[in-house]
Structures are given as structure tokens and as C-alpha cells.
């Protein structure tokens, strides 16, 4: 499980993804988790850093699409219109047929695309579960579901474990220095 739960890389935000990097890597689409990823849990407001990241990639000529297991769809609507990304609501995942419905509305193949989440056994085993470059990033805030803070005590020593490895700083993602925080 360890395993297929391992993240390809660790980043501390989305924003802290080097976009060159990505696309270096051959990444040419990238599925992005909404709740504590680009958005806080249950919340509509973009942080700057977060749309400045975004154009950043749609000028990179990257494809986006928002994957969420959220049941507002309204809300995960708005987000991603003014983002000028594309949605997949409902996606249930870590299961793999949200993720093959993105990777049908961008046009991509799992090896050309990367998913960025907050969450080990939703995003990360989803991607990997899809053959998709699976990235963690640190939750954006505090506040989220009872559920998920209890998911959290078993995330956390696993992330531990995977910052001990190296698994943040492969392939120079991210800021090495931002690794230690
Ligand atoms: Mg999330």
C-alpha cells in the first residue's frame, strides 16, 4: 500500500511546482484537486499566487482540468470558469473514472499529464491507480472535514517518511530549501 500511495513528488503548494520542470518532464496536462489544493475546503476565493500559477501554465500552453470529489458542483463550476480550466465533478475518487474523464476532455495521455492533490489516499493512489505523475501538496489550511482530519493522522508520518527519502526534491521540482520547512 506504501507504495502504491507514494507520491512522485512532494511539494509545499501548487504554486511551488516549477512549471518548467513539468514541462520539461514531458508533462503537457496537469489534473488539479480543488479542496486545500487551489481553493481552502469548502471555499471559492483564489489565492493570487494560485491564478498568477494557473496562467503560468494555460501560457506554457498546459492543459487543466479540476477533478473534485465535491458534491457542490456549483461551486467547483465557478472555480474552474474562472480559471478557464475544465471540470470533472463527482469523480470519485482514488477510483480511476474521474481521472479517465479528464484525461478525455484535455486530450491526454496518462503518461503526458501530472495530478496535483492534498490528499494521499484520494489524489496520490488515484493518480498512481491511473499511471498519472502524482504530486502531494501540504493542505492550504487547517480547516476541513472531520473526515478527512482523521485521514490526516495516518498521512502525516507517511509524508514524514517520504521527505526522508528525498521523494520532495527529485527531479528539482521544487526549492530544496522549501523542503525543510
Ligand atoms: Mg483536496
Not at 512532494?10 to 484537486?33: E, H, N, P
Not at 486545500?36 to 491564478?51: E, Y
Not at 478525455?104 to 496518462?110: D, I
Request: net charge positive.
Amino acid at each position: 500500500m506504501r507504495n502504491f500511495a507514494k507520491p512522485t513528488f512532494l511539494a509545499d503548494s501548487v504554486w511551488a511546482v516549477k512549471l518548467d520542470a513539468l514541462v520539461r518532464l514531458g508533462i503537457r496536462a496537469i489534473i488539479l484537486d480543488l479542496d486545500n489544493t487551489i481553493v481552502d475546503w469548502n471555499q471559492s476565493w483564489l489565492r493570487p499566487q494560485v491564478r498568477e500559477w494557473v496562467s503560468a501554465a494555460q501560457e506554457r500552453g498546459l492543459g487543466l482540468c479540476l477533478v473534485s470529489n465535491a458534491l457542490r458542483s456549483g461551486r467547483v463550476r465557478q472555480i474552474a470558469s474562472q480559471l478557464g480550466a475544465l471540470v470533472v465533478l463527482r469523480a470519485g475518487k482514488p477510483f480511476p473514472g474521474g481521472f479517465r474523464r479528464a484525461l478525455e476532455a484535455l486530450g491526454a495521455n496518462a503518461r503526458s499529464t501530472c495530478a496535483i492533490g492534498d490528499q494521499v489516499f484520494t489524489d496520490v493512489v488515484g493518480a498512481n491507480w491511473s499511471g498519472i505523475t502524482s504530486i502531494l501538496v501540504e493542505p492550504l489550511s487547517p480547516r476541513e472535514s472531520p473526515h478527512t482530519r482523521l485521514i490526516r493522522l495516518i498521512e502525516r508520518p507517511l509524508r514524514r517518511r517520504w521527505m526522508r527519502q528525498g521523494v520532495k526534491t527529485a527531479a528539482g521540482l521544487t526549492d530544496p530549501m522549501a523542503a525543510r520547512k
